[in-house]
């Protein structure tokens, strides 16, 4: 139990497009979403905070106009990263509580995203 | 100082070899530790999950907690080459399910 997939695994986009990634919890209903970025041989940072239906809470830093996220359904947040650039490229990473602050979190496999 | 120390590694050790991997933390507030594994190019995936202090037991892991030392160990028995992966400790105020801020990650190799 407690899968959460995203999609897509891996993309490659020019400098300037959109890139939106999906989290998805299979077979629970995740009333909090996560979203990380990792850089290589370092850590998860966490981006931002999203419970369904309210909106997301950005760590300091991390920029709510560039990194977009959605959290419409109690399965299902997704993070748009707009005019993205080089320095956007990046391991990102979701996961998802479905139990409250006395849960824990399921991590999805990653989405690498590369800007050309 | 970061919240959370963690030596970044690489460890290397035979198989079959006790692992003890540990992190410090300066904030006397975190209740929950838990310990994460990572395979390269993929999501982590949780191994363990204890609050306050004291020890928790799962097969070959063993995750230990003392906060009057501000100090989490995890050791892993009878350490196999398929447990080679980055081991991430991370630690919350408030429970597992909210915010979480994790070590850097140790690299562990275990080598035939």
């Known amino acids: 139990g407690a899968v959460v997939s995203q999609h897509p695994s891996w993309v490659i986009c020019k400098s300037g497009t959109s890139v939106k990634i999906e989290c998805r919890s299979l077979?629970?209903?995740?009333?909090?979403m996560f979203w990380y970025r990792q850089f290589p041989k370092q850590s998860l940072m966490l981006m931002a905070t999203s419970n369904e239906g309210s909106k997301a809470t950005y760590e300091q830093g991390v920029e709510k106009d560039k990194f977009l996220i959605n959290h419409a359904s109690l399965t299902l947040s997704t993070l748009t990263v707009t005019s993205a650039h080089p320095e956007d490229s990046s391991f990102y990473i979701c996961s998802a509580s479905g139990t409250g602050g006395w849960g824990t979190q399921y991590f999805g496999p990653g989405t690498r995203l590369l800007v050309l | 100082q970061k919240e959370v120390e963690q030596d970044p590694g690489p460890l290397s050790v035979p198989e079959g070899a006790i692992v003890s991997l540990n992190c410090t933390y300066s904030n006397s507030a975190f209740q929950y530790f838990m310990w994460y594994r990572q395979y390269s190019r993929k999501g982590p995936e949780l191994l363990m999950y204890t609050y306050s202090s004291g020890n928790k037991e799962d097969g070959r892991f063993t995750a230990q907690v003392d906060k009057s030392s501000k100090y989490i160990s995890l050791f892993i028995r009878d350490s196999q080459p398929s447990d080679s992966a980055t081991y991430l400790c991370a630690m919350s105020l408030t429970g597992g399910g909210n915010k979480l801020t994790f070590g850097t990650g140790t690299q562990l190799k275990v080598e035939l």
């Open positions: 077979d629970f209903q995740a009333t909090t």
